[in-house]
């Protein structure tokens, strides 16, 4: 029988024995087994630290952003092997493209990320603060990648996403990771780690994979690693209160399988479109990957007058799903990940249906197309009913992991928001409503006990993700039970393996950390124009202070003329008893405007254009005979990468657009954003 490999210190190594036998879920076929007996994990996770660290801190956001891009741009051009591979898992199509497309989808959402960061092995955290009466001394925070490992122990329902959504951020962050999938479905994760491997698309020693169960491998983490958790609470509890954990003080993130809700509004009665769309999605949560998402409704609260027309609804979909083999024409759902989970479900269908009436569905005796029912993994929808959902509670407590669901009353919106709590934390809520009060009030109640909420109506159906479906660009996780985690987020999840210090000092060592400008450093007089300048000669803090114009009612007509902005504080001096202004006042953006013209200068050079403005401000008001100057400094540099072999090398260069008076104060101030060629190579 074939063994699953792991990969570490840069080798396929076998483990000792059996740890697990993979089998079909379709057909009960032995596929292969796994083992990470006998792998030293200390030597493991030194090698992450030691051989791929470095390399992967040396390496700025934007090489790393363009790292995960090139990976995910290889593995979608192979992904129909991984689709083969993951028909063993019980998945159909659909589930398999959640797992395999969706999780490379992060990989191209977290490589998009590359340019909300400086092109810098480290993140410039927010805006500098003033320490000092005289602007002598500041304090900045810098953000820098931890220099350990980031250590994930995976989920066996999503064993490609699962691995994709978090080794993309913390790669993005420059730290290396060691994955260590369920060992139920660990076979998926291998075929796709060994092509990552083959195609040499990362860094040595960016990732090592284990493919067992792993157990010993928290005894060596160090203070500067992370650790991730995804799985059931129970499990996610033990290892959070590992005393490694707690004596290296490491972080870790747990997201915790949860008792998700769907609420169909109150408004939402048979016969409208979100009543159908709300039947629709719970039928989707309940089937899609056989109900063994962490995020699958778990709960279904209805205004009570709606219980039965909901209930009739959603039996009538169910009855109309098709169990058994995914590659047979026709059929909706297919098995669990394995027999071992099927076993877990009956118990657990056990104990909801001593405390509430099973509704539709039998355990024993159900219909397949195709596929063993005797070997195979197959579970048939469950619907239950829980006519009083505050005296029944065990609904609240234990999780059937897989097509099971109970429906159950509601009287208020406060009601139903207070049955989700019941739950003590959950990953995920929804609710279908048309009435914009309906959804304030819900989301405002739910919101402390979940870490999302969909709101679901007609108008976003057609291009909702849906209840089940977190977002790389949104944070993923929840409070209590579902962990206290949080995952993804765009740049959010990818702080979470920087490790953010303060620095103190005077504005041009702050600058020179930084590599931008900050308030109060030098100044230099730029010699030639910065204009004249091609991108690596620009240096941070250089300066054209500009000639100077004073601005006359003349300006601010022809302004209005051109512009069309006849504001009443530019042109009616008559009506400004009781505002700010002591007389007609210029126009903000022709200040800005004027800047511009003084500072520019016109000939042909390195710049090719402007394409933004940021940060503008107008910080006293500019009243004719006031005489205006500009210093322009150069702020930040971005370098960019070619997009083809026929495009310019060229950056992005922020400037500092200071605009002042003839008292020497600020009166505007703003950050163009230009794009300035390189020198030719």
């Keep these: 029988m074939k063994q699953s490999l792991n990969y570490i210190q840069g080798k396929w190594v076998a483990g000792e024995g059996v740890d697990f036998q993979h089998q079909h879920s379709i057909s009960g076929e032995l596929l292969s087994t796994c083992s990470s007996a006998g792998i030293d994990f200390e030597a493991v996770l030194k090698y992450g630290r030691e051989i791929g660290s470095p390399k992967l801190r ?405 291009e909702s993700t849906g209840h089940g479906s977190p977002m790389p660009m949104l944070t993923h996780g929840g409070p209590g039970r579902a962990g206290g985690g949080e995952e993804m987020g765009g740049m959010r999840g990818i702080m979470h393996y920087l490790q953010r210090t303060a620095i103190q000092g005077h504005p041009d060592m702050i600058q020179a950390i930084t590599k931008s400008y900050q308030p109060g450093g030098s100044r230099p007089e730029a010699e030639p124009h910065l204009f004249r300048q091609h991108f690596e000669d620009l240096r941070i803090g250089d300066t054209v202070t500009t000639h100077k114009h004073t601005v006359t009612e003349a300006d601010i007509v022809n302004f209005a003329n051109v512009s069309g902005d006849n504001f009443y504080a530019h042109m009616d001096a008559t009506s400004l008893e009781g505002t700010l202004f002591e007389g007609r006042v210029a126009h903000g953006y022709f200040v800005l405007s004027k800047a511009a013209g003084l500072f520019v200068d016109p000939k042909k050079g390195p710049v090719l254009l402007n394409y933004g403005l940021e940060e503008a401000r107008f910080t006293k008001p500019v009243y004719p005979g006031a005489t205006l100057g500009v210093r322009l400094s150069v702020k930040e540099k971005i370098a960019q990468e070619k997009r083809s072999e026929d495009d310019i090398r060229k950056g992005i260069v922020k400037f500092l657009v200071d605009v002042y008076d003839e008292t020497g104060e600020t009166v505007a101030l703003a950050t163009i954003l230009t794009m300035v060629k390189m020198k030719e190579q």
């Design 58 to 462: 040396k390496m700025t956001f934007h090489e790393r952003g363009q790292m995960l891009k090139n990976m995910a741009l290889h593995l979608i051009s192979k992904k129909e092997q991984f689709y083969a591979i993951s028909a063993a898992t019980g998945a159909t199509r659909v589930d398999s493209w959640i797992d395999i497309e969706g999780g490379i989808g992060n990989l191209f959402a977290n490589a998009s990320l590359r340019k909300k960061f400086p092109n810098l092995p480290y993140h410039v955290d927010g805006e500098p603060v003033g320490l000092s009466k005289n602007g002598s001394f500041i304090g900045h925070h810098i953000m820098v990648p931890k220099r350990g490992v980031a250590v994930h122990i995976n989920a066996f329902n999503f064993p490609i996403w699962g691995m994709l959504e978090k080794i993309a951020v913390n790669l993005m962050a420059g730290v290396p990771a060691v994955v260590k999938p369920s060992e139920i479905t660990s076979f998926v994760t291998e075929a796709m780690v060994k092509e990552i491997v083959d195609a040499e698309l990362l860094p040595e020693g960016a990732l090592q994979l284990i493919n067992g169960f792993g157990r010993g491998i928290i005894d060596f983490v160090e203070n500067q690693d992370v650790v991730s958790f995804t799985g059931s609470a129970h499990t996610g509890r033990k290892l959070k209160a590992h005393p490694r954990l707690l004596a290296e003080s490491v972080p870790f993130t747990m997201e915790a399988d949860s008792l998700n809700a769907s609420v169909l509004g109150l408004d939402a009665r048979s016969g409208t479109a979100e009543f159908d769309l709300f039947i629709k999605e719970v039928h989707r949560e309940m089937t899609v990957k056989a109900g063994q998402k962490c995020t699958a409704i778990r709960r279904i609260l209805v205004p009570e007058d709606q219980l039965e027309a909901v209930r009739t609804a959603l039996s009538s979909r169910l009855q109309k799903t098709v169990l058994g083999d995914p590659s047979i024409e026709g059929v909706r759902m297919g098995a669990l990940a394995s027999r071992g989970q099927v076993d877990r479900l009956k118990e657990n269908v056990g104990l909801l249906a001593q405390s509430q009436e099973m509704v539709f569905g039998n355990l024993n005796e159900f219909d397949i197309v195709g596929g063993s029912m005797e070997k195979g993994a197959f579970f048939a929808p469950v619907l239950f009913q829980n006519l009083s959902p505050f005296q029944h509670t065990t609904v609240h407590e234990v999780e059937a992991f897989g097509p099971v669901s109970t429906l159950m009353p509601y009287k208020t919106i406060e009601e139903a928001a207070e049955i989700c709590a019941l739950g003590k934390g959950s990953l995920v809520s929804s609710i279908a409503t048309a009435d914009p009060q309906i959804a304030h009030d819900f989301v405002l109640e739910v919101a402390p006990t979940h870490g999302r909420v969909l709101v679901l109506n007609e108008a976003c159906a057609k």
